[in-house]
């Protein structure tokens, strides 16, 4: 190995650890776990998609805290990783839609129903969350 290779494969490590950990979390709804778990791991070297997962998972944490402001910024850094997030264009959505923006949601909602149609149809909808917003 080299020091490169060797620092890879430990970071990769830790990657799936965090990922293991945040869907623990999110499992039980614990969400403040969920967001600094999520933080953390955001701050190892890791690839697109591995940081898009993070991303997202931040943004549904703090959606189901109520954070609806830190939850769209963190669906659109996953979305600027991951332009296909199913999960985060769902979450966009709602936000949207629950802030009275269905003319700015609308485009997100077909770029979601353009996806939920080429993936499983079972994925979220933008009814998965429930938001509130003051």
Same mark, same amino acid.
């Given at each position: 190995?080299?020091? @490169?290779?060797?620092?890879?494969?430990?970071?990769? &490590?830790?990657?799936? =650890?965090?990922? %293991?950990?945040?869907? +623990?979390?999110?499992? #039980?709804? @614990?969400? &403040?776990?969920? /967001? *600094?778990?999520?933080?953390?791991?955001?701050? %190892?070297? *890791?690839?697109?998609?591995?940081?898009?997962?993070?991303?997202?998972?931040? &943004?549904?944490? $703090?959606? #189901?805290?109520?954070?609806?402001?830190?939850?769209?910024?963190? !669906?659109? /850094?996953?979305?600027?990783?991951?332009?296909?997030?199913?999960? $985060?264009? =769902?979450?966009?959505? =709602? +936000?949207?839609? =629950?802030? &009275?923006?269905?003319?700015?949601?609308?485009?997100?909602?077909?770029?979601?129903?353009?996806?939920?149609?080429?993936?499983?149809?079972?994925?979220?909808?933008?009814?998965? !969350?429930?938001?509130?917003? !003051?």
């Amino acid at each position: 190995y080299t020091p @490169q290779k060797l620092m890879e494969r430990l970071y990769a &490590g830790y990657v799936d =650890a965090y990922k %293991i950990l945040v869907m +623990i979390g999110y499992s #039980h709804q @614990q969400w &403040g776990q969920v /967001e *600094a778990l999520s933080q953390t791991a955001l701050r %190892i070297p *890791a690839n697109e998609a591995d940081r898009a997962f993070f991303f997202y998972f931040f &943004g549904a944490a $703090a959606l #189901h805290s109520g954070d609806t402001t830190v939850a769209a910024r963190a !669906f659109e /850094e996953c979305l600027k990783l991951d332009s296909e997030h199913v999960e $985060a264009l =769902a979450g966009t959505c =709602a +936000i949207l839609k =629950a802030a &009275g923006r269905e003319d700015v949601a609308q485009p997100f909602v077909d770029r979601l129903n353009a996806e939920r149609d080429k993936k499983d149809s079972s994925l979220p909808g933008p009814g998965t !969350f429930r938001v509130k917003v !003051f």
